[in-house]
């Protein structure tokens, strides 16, 4: 473990400019303004997945998944976003971050 002494952490944290903290906290939002539907074609697009694709591999009823990827439904159950998140082969950071923009809670562990 790369553990830094205080005084270390001291001098690192005297070097930071106000503006990067609220540059930081920008970048850190911007979950909340992304919509799911964005973020899923965000996702599909930098992955080359196909929409038709995914929602067949998702195994939700395709008029629901539609909607849901099209941005006409909103507030999908987290079965519905995992489902999403499986079918586009997801890490568990975005799978997260989906979970997050949806407004439910993080997968853990338990």
Do not use: W
């Amino acid at each position: 473990m790369n553990e830094k002494p205080t005084y270390e952490l001291d001098r690192i944290l005297n070097k930071v400019e106000p503006e990067s903290f609220d540059q930081f906290r920008t970048s850190e939002n911007t979950d909340t303004a992304l919509s799911l539907s964005d973020f899923f074609m965000d996702y599909m697009g930098t992955h080359n997945l196909l929409l038709k694709d995914v929602i067949k591999r998702s195994d939700i009823p395709s008029n629901y998944a539609y909607g849901l990827l099209n941005g006409n439904k909103s507030r999908p159950s987290r079965d519905r976003v995992i489902a999403l998140c499986l079918a586009c082969r997801m890490n568990l950071t975005d799978t997260n971050r989906a979970s997050k923009i949806a407004g439910l809670s993080p997968l853990y562990s338990k």
